[in-house]
């Protein structure tokens, strides 16, 4: 893999994204109305509503606005297929690419297994810089990680 240019190490770094905060927003906007329109008694109403916006907001601050100090901000792929994580904190995480990833044009989503627990990254182009979300979406395309029963996978 060392001769391909997609082999190179990569680095993303990415912004908040509005997008991210709407799309997420309106999920939860629609598990509100489940919740609402449900014949659940009022008491587990409330409860399901405030959860669901505790949801909202940690996801908020995970994904679209990276604000909580365990967010990823960057991720680092080496050329050893090694992935490193950076949090808002400035703690650097290495991570395991689980085998459940999502490749799109439009969403690439990477589940991890960290020591600090598991961690998921989303991205889309409104979030990270054009050419370093292609390289990665080419990049994992090529290197597929191992099935799920295989601990060897990256």
């Known amino acids: 893999m060392s001769s391909n240019t997609y082999a190179a190490p990569?680095?993303?770094?990415?912004?908040p994204c509005p997008r991210t905060a709407l799309v997420l927003g309106a999920v939860h906007l629609g598990a509100l109305a489940a919740v609402g329109a449900s014949a659940l008694p009022l008491g587990?109403?409330?409860?399901?509503?405030v959860l669901v916006g505790w949801s909202l907001v940690r996801v908020l601050r995970r994904h679209a606005w990276p604000l909580a100090p365990d967010a990823v901000v960057a991720l680092d792929w080496d050329a050893e297929d090694r992935w490193w994580l950076h949090t808002r904190a400035g703690s650097v995480l290495e991570g395991r690419l689980l085998p459940e990833v999502y490749v799109s044009a439009g969403l690439v989503v990477l589940p991890f297994k960290t020591a600090a627990g598991p961690r998921s990254v989303l991205l889309h182009p409104g979030r990270v810089e054009g050419e370093g979300l292609r390289r990665l979406r080419v990049r994992l395309r090529i290197s597929a990680p191992s099935p799920a029963?295989?601990?060897?996978?990256?």
Do not use: H, P, T, Y
Request: proline share 0%; hydrophobic share 55%; aromatic share 6%.
């Open 10 to 15: 990569l680095r993303l770094e990415w912004r």
């Open 44 to 49: 587990l109403k409330a409860l399901a509503i």
């Open 149 to 154: 029963g295989d601990s060897s996978a990256v």
